[in-house]
T-cell receptor, first 115, second 114 residues
Framework: AQSVTQLDSQVPVFEEAPVELRCNYS??????LFWYVQYPNQGLQLLLK??????LVKGINGFEAEFNKSQTSFHLRKPSVHISDTAEYFC?????????????FGGGTRLMVKP | DTGVSQDPRHKITKRGQNVTFRCDPI?????LYWYRQTLGQGPEFLTY????????KSRLLSDRFSAERPKGSFSTLEIQRTEQGDSAMYLC????????????FGPGTRLTVL
């Protein structure tokens, strides 16, 4: 079984400041990793994913994440946030060997960007 | 807009009533997933289909829940004898089979059971 922990339920930050949203996972098998964003009253949109290769992954809207296998982490970063980045962010994992490919999500981090 | 649509977007019902939700996936996607998201939590897997076959169900899916995907196109999720604990956002996602292919999520149906 897999589990995902997002250490911060809320992260307030001022506009144009950098931000890091933390994600740690636990799994007995190798996993793929994902970050999704959810705007109010909307579904989830994929920001980025790590499948293999370079551990630094770049996604949409200027976000990037780094996979650290030894620390079982996949933290999301952005060097300068905008008001429009205010949303809920979810980290998720999916095992390599899972035929159904269903995702296991963390509890989410609410990013609040203040002017 | 991801291309996955869900209907209705909101549903308010009284405890004990039956409700049905519909999901229309992206047309060439053979896999379809249902998730449930309660307030302040991440989505939790309920069930998935490959074409018309329902291949896996979570323990969260009690016998009051049933899902279908006739002809491998749209899917319906029915909840019978709703309870207040069923209040949640129900999310549908679809994807093409294949390593690394992402799931595309619909906007969700928000269910409120009074």
């Amino acid at each position: 079984a897999q589990s995902v922990t997002q250490l911060d339920s809320q992260v307030p930050v001022f506009e144009e400041a950098p931000v890091e949203l933390r994600c740690n996972y636990s799994s007995s098998v190798s996993v793929y990793l994902f970050w999704y964003v959810q705007y109010p009253n909307q579904g989830l949109q994929l920001l980025l994913k790590y499948l293999s290769g370079s551990t630094l992954v770049k996604g949409i809207n200027g976000f990037e994440a780094e996979f650290n296998k030894s620390q079982t982490s996949f933290h999301l970063r952005k060097p300068s946030v905008h008001i429009s980045d205010t949303a809920e962010y979810f980290c998720a994992v999916r095992p390599y060997d899972n035929a159904g490919n269903m995702l296991t999500f963390g509890g989410g981090t609410r990013l609040m960007v203040k002017p | 807009d991801t291309g996955v649509s869900q209907d209705p977007r909101h549903k308010i019902t009284k405890r004990g009533q039956n409700v049905t939700f519909r999901c229309d996936p992206i047309s060439e996607h053979n896999r379809l997933y249902w998730y449930r998201q309660t307030l302040g939590q991440g989505p939790e897997f309920l069930t998935y289909f490959q074409n018309e076959a329902q291949l896996e169900k979570s323990r969260l899916l009690s016998d009051r829940f049933s899902a279908e995907r006739p002809k491998g196109s749209f899917s319906t999720l029915e909840i019978q004898r709703t309870e207040q604990g069923d209040s949640a956002m129900y999310l549908c996602a679809s994807r093409k089979a294949g390593v690394g292919n992402e799931q595309f999520f619909g906007p969700g149906t928000r269910l409120t059971v009074l």
